[in-house]
T-cell receptor, first 116, second 114 residues
Framework: DTGVSQNPRHKITKRGQNVTFRCDPISEHNRLYWYRQTLGQGPEFLTYFQNEAQLEKSRLLSDRFSAERPKGSFSTLEIQRTEQGDSAMYLC??????????????FGPGTRLTVL | AQSVTQLDSQVPVFEEAPVELRCNYSSSVSVYLFWYVQYPNQGLQLLLKYLSGSTLVESINGFEAEFNKSQTSFHLRKPSVHISDTAEYFCAVSEVEAGTALIFGKGTTLSVSS
């Protein structure tokens, strides 16, 4: 396994711009999760996919946020009309089995977003 | 809904001293319990987890945690820490029956000095 990868690692943008992040999970992992981590806080769940289906979305995921996993492999997270409050580390994680909650989630290094 | 409280935001200790990082959780349903570690400039890694069975679980690098259902706690301990244990430690829970997302605490920064 090469691990979960995320690109870019850092993104600086101006308020109002759109940004897109990519996550490549570990090969053959069925589930893919997105979390957000702000300074001094633990990661907070945003959404998850089982294969290409988005099965759950947190209330944190406003309508400016959209996530996709079109072929059940990599995933993208887009934020439209960014706000300064969107500045955070965005983490991606994946698990092998579809049964979920007992499985170890393997995390990527994260994408740090700074909105000026 | 579940919540996780890590009672100490920072724990400074000297090398070879024992350490305990405290974690309490709140949930109306059965949960699985996890400790994740984040070393400087690295991603989150699983340290250990409690699913069922023996309430004492151990990691490969000498950490252990004990699930205490009556006190709703899952404290992490190590009898003798090393400089290399300096990291941020996160306690997390997930719902057994239906949950998939991890609910994390705010984290505890363990700083080990010589």
């Amino acid at each position: 396994d090469t691990g979960v990868s995320q690109n870019p690692r850092h993104k600086i943008t101006k308020r109002g711009q759109n940004v897109t992040f990519r996550c490549d999970p570990i090969s053959e992992h069925n589930r893919l999760y997105w979390y957000r981590q702000t300074l001094g806080q633990g990661p907070e769940f945003l959404t998850y996919f089982q294969n290409e289906a988005q099965l759950e979305k947190s209330r944190l995921l406003s309508d400016r946020f959209s996530a996709e996993r079109p072929k059940g492999s990599f995933s993208t997270l887009e934020i439209q009309r960014t706000e300064q409050g969107d500045s955070a580390m965005y983490l991606c994680a994946s698990t092998r089995r579809p049964s979920g909650s007992a499985d170890t989630q393997y995390f990527g290094p994260g994408t740090r977003l700074t909105v000026l | 809904a579940q919540s996780v409280t890590q009672l100490d935001s920072q724990v400074p200790v000297f090398e070879e001293a024992p350490v305990e990082l405290r974690c309490n959780y709140s949930s109306s349903v059965s949960v699985y319990l996890f400790w994740y570690v984040q070393y400087p400039n690295q991603g989150l890694q699983l340290l250990l987890k409690y699913l069922s069975g023996s309430t004492l679980v151990e990691s490969i690098n000498g950490f252990e945690a004990e699930f205490n259902k009556s006190q709703t706690s899952f404290h992490l301990r190590k009898p003798s820490v090393h400089i290399s244990d300096t990291a941020e430690y996160f306690c997390a829970v997930s719902e057994v029956e239906a949950g998939t997302a991890l609910i994390f605490g705010k984290g505890t920064t363990l700083s080990v000095s010589s």
